[in-house]
Nanobody, 124 residues
Framework: QVQLVESGGGLVQAGGSLRLTCAASGRTFSIYDMGWFRQAPGKEREFVAA?????????YYGDPVKGRFTISRDNAKNTVYLQMNSLKPEDTAVYYC????????????????WGQGTQVTVSS
């Protein structure tokens, strides 16, 4: 299996920034894509961003975060980052890192392994 550990969450004021980190271990050779999802209270888990782990490293973003969040990778460290800028109160959620093999990178059901989540709270 793949183990994923997120870090970097916290409390930030609206307009501020946070950088989330996801460290992968285990059977990392099986990873095709890494993604970030988030879940706010009372809402379903939604897609935030994804990046191809190998090849061209194409990125994908959910509409609510386009232009504000940036996903990046460091394959040598088996690590993915999510730089979050211009944060809004509606970004408040638990953010989850996930990995997948083949499949569509923006689809939640395509992901096999998930981290424990890290809380991001944006105050107004």
């Amino acid at each position: 299996q793949v183990q994923l550990v997120e870090s970097g969450g916290g409390l930030v004021q609206a307009g501020g920034s946070l950088r989330l980190t996801c460290a992968a271990s285990g059977r990392t050779f099986s990873i095709y894509d890494m993604g970030w999802f988030r879940q706010a209270p009372g809402k379903e888990r939604e897609f935030v961003a994804a990046i191809n782990w190998w090849s061209g490293g194409s990125t994908y973003y959910g509409d609510p975060v386009k232009g504000r969040f940036t996903i990046s990778r460091d394959n040598a460290k088996n690590t993915v980052y999510l730089q979050m800028n211009s944060l809004k109160p509606e970004d408040t959620a638990v953010y989850y890192c996930a990995s997948k093999g083949g499949g569509i990178a923006t689809r939640r059901e395509a992901y096999d392994y998930w981290g424990q989540g890290t809380q991001v709270t944006v105050s107004s």
